[in-house]
């Protein structure tokens, strides 16, 4: 909206529909990983060849070819739409991988806390140094695509060192999985599991509105584009000291 100058309607469709996309890809993406067999195993294989594509579509979102009027719009959507697509991909089988190198459930919890905090960590860091590093590279399009070419060699390098030294300690080749008409219908006796779903769409819902409220609100309402960094280092900063007590609550 602030740099394309997309109709901030438009904008929020691209983002809503290719999400949309996303949810429906993600069933699909986890079938396909469950079934794969290799020599790398089953999930590490999209680490291994979905890393270099993901990086490729995060920087081809902001590529600045200097597109107006519905050659953008058109652009935007397709570009953003092939992004969640690759990132289905890799962060299924990415999310799916503590689960497959131990079958101690306290070891499962403390690697998806890791890895949470690790992922709100990097949001931190994101926050803070993404508008600077934009300046810093020249602003506008230009600078926001020489960050997305910086971040993306980042990612590509941690998923390939990710690969390179998890190792999948449970072997179940014969194993028969449900199929989809199956699995729904264990999930829609499990009342737990429905429960948190509907504490999760809540909480999510309110966390998504709030966040991506909060850059206009901060530049537009307060006056302080300069006050988006410190904004969002801090409700992201909370978020990253909530998790320390809620590991331990986990582990008991």
């Given at each position: 909206?602030?740099?394309?100058?997309?109709?901030?309607?438009?904008?929020?469709?691209?983002?809503?529909?290719?999400?949309?996309?996303?949810?429906?890809?993600?069933?699909?993406?986890?079938?396909?990983?469950?079934?794969?067999?290799?020599?790398?195993?089953?999930?590490?294989?999209?680490?291994?060849?979905?890393?270099?594509?993901?990086?490729?579509?995060?920087?081809?979102?902001?590529?600045?070819?200097?597109?107006?009027?519905?050659?953008?719009?058109?652009?935007?959507?397709?570009?953003?739409?092939?992004?969640?697509?690759?990132?289905?991909?890799?962060?299924?089988?990415?999310?799916?991988?503590?689960?497959?190198?131990?079958?101690?459930?306290?070891?499962?919890?403390?690697?998806?806390?890791?890895?949470?905090?690790?992922?709100?960590?990097?949001?931190?860091?994101l926050a803070s140094?993404?508008?600077?590093?934009?300046?810093?590279?020249?602003?506008?399009?230009?600078?926001?695509?020489?960050?997305?070419?910086?971040?993306?060699?980042?990612?590509?390098?941690?998923?390939?060192?990710?690969?390179?030294?998890?190792?999948?300690?449970?072997?179940?080749?014969?194993?028969?999985?449900?199929?989809?008409?199956?699995?729904?219908?264990?999930?829609?006796?499990?009342?737990?599991?429905?429960?948190?779903?509907?504490?999760?769409?809540?909480?999510?819902?309110?966390?998504?509105?709030?966040?991506?409220?909060?850059?206009?609100?901060l530049k537009y309402?307060?006056?302080?584009?300069?006050?988006?960094?410190?904004?969002?280092?801090?409700?992201?900063?909370?978020?990253?000291?909530?998790?320390?007590?809620?590991?331990?609550?986990?582990?008991r």
């Amino acid at each position: 909206t602030d740099v394309l100058e997309l109709n901030a309607g438009t904008a929020g469709l691209i983002i809503m529909v290719a999400l949309i996309w996303e949810g429906i890809t993600d069933p699909i993406i986890g079938l396909l990983a469950n079934r794969t067999r290799s020599r790398w195993g089953r999930y590490r294989p999209y680490l291994l060849f979905g890393s270099i594509p993901l990086a490729l579509s995060v920087a081809a979102m902001f590529l600045p070819l200097g597109l107006s009027g519905g050659a953008l719009v058109a652009y935007c959507f397709a570009t953003h739409l092939v992004y969640r697509t690759v990132f289905t991909f890799v962060n299924i089988p990415y999310i799916a991988l503590s689960a497959q190198m131990t079958q101690d459930s306290d070891a499962r919890g403390q690697l998806a806390a890791a890895r949470m905090l690790f992922a709100i960590s990097c949001g931190l860091l994101l926050a803070s140094l993404t508008l600077p590093l934009a300046k810093a590279f020249g602003g506008g399009q230009a600078g926001f695509f020489l960050v997305s070419v910086l971040y993306s060699v980042i990612a590509t390098v941690i998923l390939l060192i990710t690969f390179a030294t998890t190792r999948e300690a449970i072997t179940d080749v014969d194993e028969k999985h449900p199929g989809l008409g199956d699995m729904v219908a264990i999930v829609r006796g499990n009342r737990a599991f429905l429960a948190l779903l509907v504490a999760t769409v809540a909480g999510l819902t309110g966390y998504t509105m709030s966040g991506k409220a909060l850059i206009y609100y901060l530049k537009y309402w307060v006056g302080s584009e300069a006050a988006v960094t410190s904004g969002l280092v801090v409700t992201l900063g909370a978020a990253a000291l909530a998790m320390l007590p809620w590991m331990f609550v986990a582990r008991r």
